[in-house]
């Protein structure tokens, strides 16, 4: 799929979700939704954007074509598998350019990928055995975090050493949360 193509598929889908919405949606916020710098734009972009400017306020129109945009993937992922396909990879085709297109559809919620969730799970795990190794080695060879070898402690050592673990569990979550937070589509 190229990127005329991806476009032609999502401003298709994005009109058929305005009728089906009873939303008015211009020719000239259709054609807008071609937008580019770059060569790929089918007409002057440059007039394309001072005939827009004069007549749509663009933060309404990204608003607009953003939740027709979200209304109408929720459809098609709902209706037809393939569409669903085609809508993903005509993202992906769009994403290596400067396309306006997608600044129109910033606001749709991103999905991960089913496997996902299993990656970060794994990294946090294998973090927080990293993290518990190096403290069994350090305490196996004898050395000493904040305290002397010759003072005791009222806490039981094994709740010093589920609190530590607890505690290394959590910035193992706190860091995978933090990885976590790329958006995929």
Not at 59 to 87: C, D
Not at 104 to 133: F, N, V, W, Y
Not at 140 to 167: A, D, M, Q
Not at 168 to 181: A, E, M, N, R
């Amino acid at each position: 799929m190229n990127a005329r193509e991806a476009k032609d598929f999502l401003v298709q889908q994005t009109v058929e979700q305005a009728a089906l919405e009873h939303v008015p949606f211009s020719d000239l916020e259709r054609r807008m939704m071609y937008f580019t710098e770059s060569d790929d734009c089918p007409e002057d972009p440059f007039a394309l954007n001072d005939a827009f400017e004069a007549e749509y306020d663009s933060g309404k129109y990204e608003r607009k074509v953003s939740k027709l945009m979200h209304h109408a993937y929720q459809r098609i992922r709902k209706e037809n598998p393939e569409a669903t396909r085609q809508w993903k990879d005509a993202i992906a085709t769009l994403g290596h350019g400067d396309h306006y297109i997608l600044v129109l559809r910033g606001q749709e919620p991103q999905e991960r990928p089913s496997h996902d969730s299993l990656k970060l799970l794994l990294a946090g795990l294998l973090l927080g055995a990293i993290l518990m190794s190096v403290m069994w080695l350090a305490n196996h060879y004898g050395i000493r975090w904040g305290k002397e070898p010759n003072t005791t402690s009222s806490r039981p050592p094994v709740l010093e050493r589920v609190f530590f673990l607890l505690l290394i569990l959590g910035v193992g979550c706190l860091f995978v949360k933090f990885l976590g937070t790329k958006k995929v589509n």
